[in-house]
């Protein structure tokens, strides 16, 4: 069964600092990958996506994630985070027939100013 | 629509109920899920619909909820005889469809119906 492992339950970084969060999956055909980013009292948007290609996608807001596919990961990352940046991230996997989104558990980023 | 719309935004409702939650996807999408968010499950998808066939609903958790879909469009979450342990947001995401690539199968979520069964 397909499933995502998002390693970071909270993390809290000062503003210009780097970050990384970290994002495995498990799934045994071929993938598209997500990420999803969710700002307060805000609905879920789509932050960046890899479907196939150069394995290094960037997205919206200096965002970017690169997909390993020897250690089934697809960090994302952001060389200096802003107060804004302030949300829950979501990593998630579809693949088969449906393409339903498998989530993992998210990811609550506080930037301090 | 610009966007992918829901109704209501709140719900409470007291226990035993039915309720109705609805979706309205981005004009053109053939493809809609319904999801569920909720402090102890994460983000769990519950139903996905192909026009207005449903080729999966592994995801509902009981036969006290149900979805339909008409004119390929609009979408309506029932769920009957509503228990306290249906309080979740109910989100709905729809995508072009049809398969075919990155555009094809990207979703875009709506804000979510906030559902408080008391």
């Known amino acids: 069964a397909q499933s995502v492992s998002q390693h970071n339950h909270h993390v809290i970084l000062s503003e210009a600092a780097s970050l990384e969060l970290g994002c495995n999956y498990s799934y045994g055909g071929t993938v598209n990958l997500f990420w999803y980013v969710q700002y307060p009292g805000q609905h879920l948007q789509l932050l960046l996506k890899y479907f196939s290609g150069d394995p290094l996608v960037k997205g919206i807001k200096g965002f970017e994630a690169e997909f390993i596919k020897s250690k089934f990961s697809f960090n994302l990352r952001k060389p200096s985070v802003q107060w804004s940046d302030t949300a829950e991230y979501f990593c998630?996997?579809?693949?088969?027939?449906?393409?339903?989104?498998?989530f993992g558990t998210g990811t609550l980023l506080a930037v301090q100013p | 629509g610009a966007g992918v719309s829901q109704s209501p935004s709140n719900k409470v409702t007291e226990k035993g109920k039915d309720v109705e939650l609805r979706c309205d996807p981005i004009s053109g999408h053939t493809a809609l899920y319904w999801y569920r968010q909720s402090l102890g499950q994460g983000l769990e998808f519950l139903i996905y619909?192909?026009?207005?066939?449903?080729?999966?609903k592994s995801g509902l958790p009981s036969d006290r909820f149900s979805a339909e879909r008409t004119g390929g469009s609009v979408s309506t979450l029932t769920i009957q005889r509503t228990q306290q342990e249906d309080s979740a947001v109910y989100l709905c995401?729809?995508?072009?469809?049809?398969?075919?690539?990155?555009?094809?199968?990207?979703?875009?979520f709506g804000p979510g119906t906030r559902l408080l069964v008391l």
């Open positions: 619909f192909q026009g207005n066939s449903a080729p999966d």
């Open positions: 995401a729809s995508s072009l469809g049809l398969g075919g690539g990155a555009e094809q199968e990207t979703q875009y």
């Open positions: 998630a996997v579809n693949g088969g027939a449906t393409n339903k989104l498998i």
